[in-house]
């Protein structure tokens, strides 16, 4: 399994992106995609996750509202909109993937099996 995760960059705040995490070496649609923020000095931490087979999501409370995860089976690829992008967003960004259909313990580092690199956001006027 590779997970590539793009779409990183620098936006002004109150600006959008989207950040994409591409997938191969999965042999059905049921595993789990989540992603996961790690600002300078700080712990990484989930902001969501999507069941990939049935579309399920789910958000930390802090992003809720402005983020939005979605997926695209067909690329193989799941996507993390964020909008009205604040200083405090910025970040490195991964995805990562769950063998299970199901986004179950989601916020915990340790449930995932496999790891993308990051993509930077960085968010500054």
């Known amino acids: 399994v590779q997970l590539q995760a793009s779409g990183g960059g620098s936006v002004q705040p109150g600006g959008s992106l989207r950040l994409s995490c591409a997938a191969s070496g999965f042999t059905s649609d049921h595993y789990a995609i989540g992603w996961f923020r790690q600002a300078p000095g700080k712990e990484r931490e989930g902001v969501s996750c999507?069941?990939?087979?049935?579309?399920?999501?789910y958000y930390a409370d802090s992003v809720k509202g402005r983020f939005t995860i979605s997926r695209d089976k067909a690329k193989n690829t799941v996507y993390l909109q964020i909008n009205i992008l604040k200083p405090e967003d910025t970040a490195v960004y991964y995805c990562a993937s769950k063998n299970e259909p199901r986004c179950r313990t989601w916020y915990s580092l340790n449930w995932y099996n496999y790891w993308g690199q990051g993509t930077p956001v960085t968010v500054s006027s």
């Open positions: 999507i069941s990939v087979s049935d579309g399920s999501t």
